[in-house]
Structure formats: structure tokens, C-alpha cells
């Protein structure tokens, strides 16, 4: 099992914040969605929030292939992609074309065993 963190804003507007927040609760995220997540080979996702920043931990199994997830090809994700575009803001250091951007892990208590 590896677990992939990744960072990205919301626009800093309480309103756009709520909303976000509502569309990711279980009733209201499409079914779709969940199943082309699960589809790809992640096993887990969880998103934290703290002011307009979100923080995204990915579980999946070894061997998973971010670069290999179908999601450009399916409209319903680009529908629920374009949703949810207007509520993000990219990260200053994102690449172009790059919403959420991976973190790396910079201290581990497990390590100083």
C-alpha cells in the first residue's frame, strides 16, 4: 500500500468554500465519480481543508500508475472536472495544465526508529 499526498487552493471565498465542501459529501458526489476513482486503482482518497488550502491523501496498491487513469477520456469526470474548476485555484509553483500538485514528504517519526 503507498499513500500519494497532493496540495491545492480554493479560491479564497467563503461562499465558493461552502459549496465545494457540499458537493464532496456523500450524497452529492456523482456515482460516477466514485467509480471511475476506484476504476483507476485508488484504493482510498481523502481530502482535508484548512483555510483555502486542501491537502488530498491517495492510497492505492503497489504497483499503481498515476499517468495511467482514464479520466481525459471520460466525459462525466471532464463534467465533474469542469464543476469543480470554478471553485479551485491553482498553486503558484503548479505546473501548466496541473491542478493538484504532489507533496513530498519532508519528515517521517517511523523513520527515526
Known amino acids: 500500500m503507498l ?6 487552493d480554493l479560491r479564497d471565498d467563503a461562499a465558493a468554500i461552502a459549496e465545494y465542501e457540499r458537493l464532496h459529501r456523500p450524497e452529492n458526489v ?3 465519480i466514485i467509480a471511475s476513482i476506484r476504476a483507476s486503482g485508488i484504493e482510498e482518497m481523502e481530502i482535508f481543508r484548512t483555510g483555502n488550502r486542501l491537502v488530498m491523501v491517495v ?6 500508475d ?9 466525459s462525466k ?4 472536472e469542469g464543476l469543480m474548476d470554478r ?10 495544465g496541473q491542478k493538484w ?13
Open 101 to 113: 500538485v504532489p507533496m513530498t514528504r519532508i519528515f517521517s517519526l517511523m523513520s527515526m526508529e
Open 30 to 32: 456523482w456515482p460516477e
Open 59 to 64: 492510497q492505492v496498491a503497489d504497483g499503481y
Open 3 to 8: 499513500r500519494h499526498y497532493y496540495a491545492l
Open 77 to 80: 469526470t471532464q463534467a465533474w
Open 66 to 74: 498515476a499517468s495511467a487513469t482514464r479520466d481525459a477520456d471520460d
Open 87 to 96: 471553485y479551485q485555484q491553482r498553486l503558484p509553483w503548479a505546473e501548466a
